[in-house]
T-cell receptor, first 116, second 113 residues
């Protein structure tokens, strides 16, 4: 499976600021996904990012708050804008198993965000 | 809409004992089913998956799961648990074809030595 890295691995931020999280994969993939895992909770999909098109957001998530870029087939960023303590979560990117296992998602190590 | 239920929030087993983690799903068509494991401070690692065919699937680390359509279940099992298996386990379902994963709430496994 693909090797996925995320930067930063963790960060502590002040409320009202923004943080951009990077996701890099070592092979070209069709689809990249961004999930949020709030403390003690399960994972919830924020958006799906396809290269060359606008990200598709899930209900409850908006582009102004979580802008996403997907400039090529190996890279994506998620920005958490105007942060509040409620944004404290682990943010994980995942990729599909292109080209063979497109029905399977593989996850990066996550970015642990704390907002003060 | 698809959904996943993991009835057990916490499970404690003794090392060497057998393990079964329950997962029930709700989905209108044939689901794509997954089990992932998350160790403390780590991302999610895929244990196994079921798309079609043999309903008993083998995964990594000695885990297996059985798909039972009549019960809408996809329970995870391991015959002998090791202390290193202590982690959180997530069951997930998707429609396949690159669609999103819907996760259960997770089961936290504690292993007593």
């Amino acid at each position: 499976s693909a090797v996925i890295s995320q930067k930063p691995s963790r960060d502590i931020c002040q409320r009202g600021t923004s943080l951009t999280i990077q996701c890099q994969v070592d092979s070209q993939v069709t689809m990249m996904f961004w999930y949020r895992q709030q403390p003690g909770q399960s994972l919830t999909l924020i958006a799906t990012a396809n290269q060359g098109s606008e990200a598709t957001y899930e209900s409850g998530f908006v582009i102004d708050k979580f802008p996403i870029s997907r400039p090529n087939l190996t890279f994506s960023t998620l920005t958490v804008s105007n942060m509040s303590p409620e944004d404290s979560s682990i943010y994980l990117c995942s990729v599909d198993g292109s080209p063979v296992r497109v029905d399977t998602q593989y996850f990066g190590p996550g970015t642990r965000l704390t907002v003060l | 809409a698809q959904s996943v239920t993991q009835p057990d929030i916490h499970i404690t087993v003794s090392e060497g004992a057998s393990l079964e983690l329950r997962c029930n799903y709700s989905y209108g068509a044939t689901p794509y089913l997954f089990w992932y494991v998350q160790s403390p401070g780590q991302g999610l690692q895929l244990l196994l998956k079921y798309f079609s065919g043999d309903t008993l699937v083998q995964g990594i680390k000695g885990f297996e799961a059985e798909f039972k359509r009549s019960q809408s279940s996809f329970n995870l099992r391991k015959p002998s648990v090791h202390w290193s298996d202590a982690a959180e386990y997530f069951c997930a379902v998707s429609a396949g074809g690159g669609n999103k994963l819907t996760f259960g709430t997770g089961t936290q496994l504690k292993v007593e030595l």
